[in-house]
C-alpha cells in the first residue's frame, strides 16, 4: 500500500479562497515534500519539510508537519486559478532503498 | 525549468515492438529514476540508478529494463511492447545528498495498441 495518501482526492474552489490538502503517510520519515503537477506535464518541486520542523512557508504555500499523527498538510492562500494542477505528497525515509515514495495526489481546481 | 529531457514527448506503437524511452538530464546529477503514471493516478517507481553502472529495480514490478552507461543519460527499453504498457513515464534527477528534491521531465506518453 501506498507510503502517503491524500485527501482530498479532488478540491474545487473559487479564486481568491485558501486551499488545504492533507498527507498521511505510514513509517517514519526523513522529510517530507510537496510537488505540483500541471495536466501532462512533470512534477515540480514546492517545498520540503524536514522531520524535526513543524511548519514551513513559502509565498502563498504552508506546509505543517505532524509527525506524531503520521501527516502534512499544504495550504495554499488567495488561489488563482493558475494553481488548478494536482498536488501530491512525496516521502523520504530510511526504510530500504532510497527514494521518495509519491502519495496519490491532489486535484485542484480553481475556477476564475 | 531543471534541465532533462525526455524523447519522445508522445509515442503510439504496436504491439510487439520494441521501443526505447530517451531520458538526459545535463546537472550532473548522480541519481535518476523512472516512475510509471496513469492519469490522474499516483506515481509508482519502476527503476532508480545511484551512480554510472548502478540500476535497481523499484516498487512496481516492470518489463522495462534500463541502463547507465554515463551519468547524464537513464534510458528505458520495453523489449516487447503490451497494451498493459500504456502509460506515462516519467523520468527524474538528484544530487548527491539523499532526501533532496527531484527534478522532473515532461514525461512520455506512451500508447500501445
Known amino acids: 500500500s501506498q507510503q502517503g495518501e491524500e485527501d482530498p482526492q479532488a478540491l474545487s474552489i473559487q479564486e481568491g479562497e485558501n486551499a488545504t490538502m492533507n498527507c498521511s503517510y505510514k513509517?517514519?520519515?526523513?522529510?517530507l515534500q510537496w510537488y505540483r503537477q500541471n495536466s501532462g506535464r512533470g512534477l515540480v518541486h514546492l517545498i520540503l519539510?524536514?522531520?524535526?520542523?513543524r511548519e514551513k512557508h513559502s509565498g502563498r504555500l504552508r506546509v505543517t508537519l505532524d509527525t506524531s499523527k503520521k501527516s502534512s498538510s499544504l495550504l495554499i492562500t488567495a488561489s488563482r486559478a493558475a494553481d488548478t494542477a494536482s498536488y501530491f505528497c512525496a516521502t523520504d525515509t530510511d526504510t530500504g532503498r532510497r527514494a521518495l515514495t509519491f502519495g496519490s495526489g491532489t486535484r485542484l481546481q480553481v475556477q476564475p | 525549468e531543471a534541465d532533462i529531457y525526455q524523447t519522445p514527448r508522445y509515442l503510439v506503437i504496436g504491439t510487439g515492438k520494441k521501443i526505447t524511452l530517451e531520458c538526459s538530464q545535463t546537472?550532473?546529477?548522480?541519481?535518476m529514476y523512472w516512475y510509471q503514471q496513469d492519469p490522474g493516478m499516483e506515481l509508482h517507481l519502476i527503476h532508480y540508478s545511484y551512480g554510472v553502472n548502478s540500476t535497481e529495480k523499484g516498487d512496481l514490478s516492470s518489463e522495462s529494463t534500463v541502463s547507465r552507461i554515463r551519468t547524464e543519460h537513464f534510458p528505458l527499453t520495453l523489449e516487447s511492447a503490451r497494451p498493459s504498457h500504456t502509460s506515462q513515464y516519467l523520468c527524474?534527477?538528484?544530487?548527491?545528498?539523499?532526501?533532496?528534491?527531484?527534478?522532473f521531465g515532461n514525461g512520455t506518453r506512451l500508447t500501445v495498441t
Open positions: 513509517t517514519s520519515i526523513n522529510n
Open positions: 519539510i524536514r522531520s524535526n520542523e
Open positions: 527524474a534527477s538528484s544530487g548527491a545528498a539523499w532526501g533532496v528534491p527531484l527534478h
Open positions: 546537472m550532473g546529477h548522480d541519481k
